[in-house]
């Protein structure tokens, strides 16, 4: 079998498990940390994982498709029309809402061929929880449509998503040459008012400097989706990756998994720009000195490694009087993020409300002149 990423042959993968008691499918539930039967209720014990177990790939194989095998697997996934996510669904569904955007999607647009997850972050926040969240955070915003809150609380259920991510290790070294300023004061006779007046000026002294620094990074995360707007997923961090567990789909039991969209390749730029960011200040520190000017850097970068996670999110979208609605609530700690709804009618009130106060306390300055 070819070890080719885009290779169709490997056969599909579909993350079912038949509970033991009665054969209904099981979930994995946050709370019991187990999978579950909502049929007959029966648990099931997830295994220990061992943390050490999760490897980092070399990105220079994956980049020339020399990647094994083994790290590659299929999975049936729909493509919304839409917004463009590839998100696996039950197999036995035919029709299914995008939990993205709330487009229809017709659920049997072919297959993902991808390198399979090293880890997943699994869910912690339990979906009633999560849903509690969402409405509270709309509930301090006092602009937002009475509809859509009322819409909100009627308990519409979420969509668990396991979001892609990479990380990426690199080993850097960078030799770089500036300058260092040292700020000194000058006192100068200045006139003021037809009098003179001693005045200190500062002014920076500037030396040539040069140097290098290094820094190994570890896990720079980098979003391998384009489905949702960058800001929302910046938004539920930090993450807690300590507890990533190495991949097995029973977590995926009962949520459904999105397919990364942003190549590996691609999601390594974004990851050098969070390096460069990063040298930048090391290098301003090693200058030191009051400020710093860098003429140059050059980085060499080495032993680059990644991995493919799934992180947990939580999931909404609304649709509100012609209007999509989208809230994600991370699935580890609670954060909620979402589109800012606005009531123009709530606006109307505030203003009017804003000009009496504004009228009644111009009236009451003119009572007392």
């Known amino acids: 079998m070819s070890d080719n990423p885009l290779d169709k042959t490997a056969p599909e993968i579909e993350h079912r498990f038949p509970c033991d008691t009665c054969g209904s499918d099981l ?3 946050p709370e019991d ?3 579950k039967c909502d049929h007959c209720g029966n648990v099931e014990p997830m295994l220990e994982a061992v943390q050490s177990s999760i490897r980092e790939l070399d990105f220079q194989s994956a980049i020339r498709g020399t990647l094994q095998d083994s790290e590659m697997e299929e999975t049936r996934v729909s493509s919304c029309p839409n917004c463009g996510a590839q998100v696996e669904f039950d197999p036995d569904s035919h029709a299914a809402e995008c939990p993205f955007c709330a487009t229809p999607v017709v659920t049997d647009t072919g297959t993902h061929r991808h390198i399979k997850p090293r880890a997943v972050l699994p869910f912690e926040i339990a979906e009633r929880d999560a849903q509690q969240a969402m409405v509270d955070w709309l509930g301090k915003r006092w602009f937002a449509p009475n509809g859509l809150q009322e819409y909100a609380k009627k308990g519409r259920k979420l969509s668990g998503i396991y979001v892609p991510f990479w990380t990426y290790d690199a080993d850097t070294k960078t030799s770089y040459t500036g300058q260092r300023g040292k700020i000194y004061y000058e006192t100068r006779t200045v006139m003021r008012d037809g009098k003179r007046h001693q005045q200190r ?6 030396s040539a400097v040069g140097g290098r620094v290094a820094r190994f990074f570890d896990d720079v995360l980098v979003l391998a989706s384009t489905s949702l707007p960058k800001s929302y997923t910046d938004a539920l961090a930090p993450w807690n990756l300590s507890q990533l567990a190495p991949y097995t789909p029973e ?3 009962g949520f459904r998994a999105e397919g990364y969209t942003v190549d590996l390749e691609t999601g390594f730029l974004e990851a050098r720009a969070k390096m460069d960011a990063m040298i930048t200040r090391d290098i301003r ?3 030191g000195g ?3 000017r860098i003429t140059s850097a050059n980085t060499t970068v080495k032993d680059v490694t990644f991995k493919h ?3 947990p999110v939580w999931m909404a979208a609304y649709k509100y009087r012609g209007k999509t609605y989208r809230f994600v609530v991370n699935g580890q700690t609670g954060t909620v ?3 800012r709804p606005y009531s123009s009618a709530k606006i109307a009130i505030a203003v009017i409300i804003g000009l009496l106060v504004a009228l009644a306390v111009g009236y009451g300055i003119a009572l007392n002149q």
């Open 33 to 35: 940390n187990a999978l």
């Open 251 to 253: 977590y995926l039991a």
């Open 290 to 292: 009051d400020k710093q």
């Open 27 to 29: 979930r994995f539930d």
């Open 285 to 287: 520190f090693d200058i």
């Open 309 to 311: 996670i799934l992180l």
């Open 201 to 206: 000026v500062a002014k920076t002294h500037w």
């Open 337 to 339: 993020k979402g589109e």
